[in-house]
C-alpha cells in the first residue's frame, strides 16, 4: 500500500486549494479513505473520511461546506478539495486507507503536502 500526497502550496486566506492522493499497489476504489492534517505543535487528526460509496464523514465541523472529497477511481486518486480557506487549516495534510478523528496505530503515512493559508 503507497499513497502520495500532492498539490499543496501558498495560498491566501479565502482562497481554494486541491491536494491529491495518488495510490500503487492496491485498488483505491474499494477502500475508505481518510484525510488528515497536522498543524504546528498539534497533533495529526482527522479531517474527513470518503467512504467507498462516495459518502463523506467529517470529524472538523469547520470544514464542512468548505471542505469536499472526491475519487477518481480510473485514476486511482482521492482528491481534497478546499474552499474559504482559513489561516487555521494550515497544515500538512495527509491521506491513509483509515478513517476516524484519531490516527491509532496507523504508521504508514506518506510524505504529505504543505498547505499554507496567509496573507
Known amino acids: 500500500v503507497n499513497l502520495v500526497e500532492s498539490g499543496g502550496g501558498l495560498v491566501h486566506p479565502g482562497g481554494s486549494l486541491r491536494v491529491s492522493c495518488a495510490a500503487s499497489g492496491f485498488r483505491l476504489a474499494s477502500y475508505a479513505i481518510g484525510w488528515f492534517r497536522q498543524a504546528p505543535g498539534k497533533q495529526r487528526e482527522g479531517v474527513l473520511c470518503?467512504?467507498?460509496?462516495?459518502?463523506?464523514?467529517y470529524y472538523v465541523d469547520s470544514v464542512k461546506g468548505r471542505f469536499t472529497a472526491s475519487r477518481d477511481n480510473a485514476k486511482n486518486t482521492v482528491y481534497l478539495q478546499m474552499d474559504n480557506l482559513k489561516a487555521e487549516d494550515t497544515a500538512i495534510y495527509y491521506c491513509?486507507?483509515?478513517?476516524?478523528?484519531?490516527?491509532?496505530?496507523?504508521?504508514?503515512w506518506g510524505q504529505g503536502t504543505q498547505v499554507t493559508v496567509a496573507s
Open positions: 470518503i467512504h467507498s460509496s462516495d459518502e463523506t464523514t
Open positions: 491513509a486507507p483509515l478513517c476516524g478523528k484519531f490516527v491509532g496505530d496507523y504508521t504508514s
